[in-house]
């Protein structure tokens, strides 16, 4: 067996699979409005005291690939993270599995693929650059050096090791689930954090650019502050003064830098081919299916039967009785008390205590302390249990019993929404009781806009994209860059008075309720 052939046509078929996808064409679309954004000055890297750098081929070049080191990092991980899982669920992983191919071969060919797909990305926003370059005529003469050497020894790194840990997430048990994609938000963020403060050479590059430009500075400013300021910054004033920047002078060191973030991606996707199960539901599914089979007594019985009786199948007449229709008022609690039951199914006890424990600092911290801190927390705990929302009968393969069910429209969907929404106020209880106790209208408002939005925005996005990952990935940035930060515009919590705007909430919740309902209605085949 040739493996490199064997190599290049796996990642070969499972990039044109990916590339055919929404999900790419939306992320190339967010690269482009990266491109965009940086030639309209929507957003620019501040240095030094208000400083940019001239917008030469270096600068362009830099900025846009700390753009792209960055974003594409994130968003990035989660278009690739789910190569192995739809393998296994087009049954291609069983074949894959039966022959001789080593799993070093897979999860490298994998690593391969999701690469590939991050690389086009750069490559677009590659040309997009030299495009800038043209429309911005700063500095000449343009130098495709000084434009594209950021791309290739510091976004392409960077991308080869989100492909690699995406791939290491699918393989490890508890990482491949919606865990896995809440925690890769805080790693990302704990690296550029890192990364900006100078301290170490982070794969997105930002060291880099911190020195680099810091030195240029000097030499440009000798009055400069000490304490040297390197932000990213979108919107908001502009630079108030320009520097020239030629660029990161590459040495022998900073390359071997680099090539240590490529080693270490080669190094994760083997790692992953230890923790690969190759499709072997025996390997990764043995204790539990020993617990079920060792408290199953159906199964048990089955197993003291002798094969003779076994073969041997009474024939009685079974006579159903009739379904008796009952008011729909009072199906409703029961469904959405069924569809409650359904969402907290699984959850293990401890989950419990810490659920009760936020619910309890809602009620006893310091009341401001209880809205910008523990609600937080309080209302980040049950996102893997919104997330369900809409897309649980997909996973389940349970679509065509639900949508053939009686007023699966009318009833079942609005029970699910009624579910999210007290799951919703039950886990945010405190500081709304508290709210209402003192009498601060307002902020109890921007609450109920919450309790509204947060389950709404579940649902649509379970029902669009028939998966948990969009709103595992889009709510948790949106709850650390919002409320976390109290944006304005963004805090959908209302953490604050003055980021709180409780009727723009109110009314997304209602628009994306009624795309819901609309998509929904599209699947069950009304015209």
Known sequence: MNRARVLYHMARVDFLE???????????????????????????????NEYRGVYNSAWIGMLMTICCSTWLSLVGFYIVKNSIRRDSDIRVGQILAATPMPKAIYTLAKTLSNFAVLACMVLVLMLAALAMQFLRPEARPISLWQLWS????????????????????????????????????????ALLAMGGTGTWDDPSGLRLLYHSTRAALHVADSTNPSDFQFSLTIGGAHAARTFVWNGIDWTAQLLLNRLFWVAAAAGLALLASVFFTRFDPAKEWFRRRSRSLATSPALAASENTTPMSSSVVAITSTHLTPMLRTSGRLRFPRLVASELRLMLKGQPWWWYVVACGLLIAELTAPLSAARQGVLLAAWIWPILLWSQMGCRETRHATTNLLFSSERALTRQLPALWTAGVLLTALTGAGVGVRLMLVADWQS????????????????????????????????????????????????????????????????????????????????????
């Open 150 to 189: 950021p791309f290739v020894l510091v976004a392409l790194p960077a991308m080869l090791l989100t492909a690699s840990l995406a791939l290491l997430f699918e393989t490890l048990p508890v990482l491949r689930s919606g865990v896995g994609n809440v925690l890769y938000f805080f790693l990302w963020t």
């Open 444 to 527: 109890f408002a921007a609450w109920i806009a919450a309790v509204l939005f947060i389950p709404s925005l579940a649902l649509a996005l379970g029902i669009w994209s028939g998966n948990s990952v969009p709103f595992e990935a889009l709510y948790t940035v949106w709850w650390y860059v919002g409320p976390g930060h109290h944006l304005l515009g963004l805090d959908f919590m209302g953490t604050t008075l003055a980021s709180a705007r409780p009727q723009c909430f109110v009314v997304a919740a209602a628009i994306i309720l009624a795309l819901s309902y609309w998509r929904r209605r599209a699947h069950l085949g009304y015209a």
């Open 18 to 48: 990916r590339v055919r996808r929404y999900s790419f064409l939306l992320t190339l679309a967010g690269a482009l409005y990266l491109a965009y954004a940086v030639a309209t000055e929507k957003m620019w890297i501040l240095v030094g």
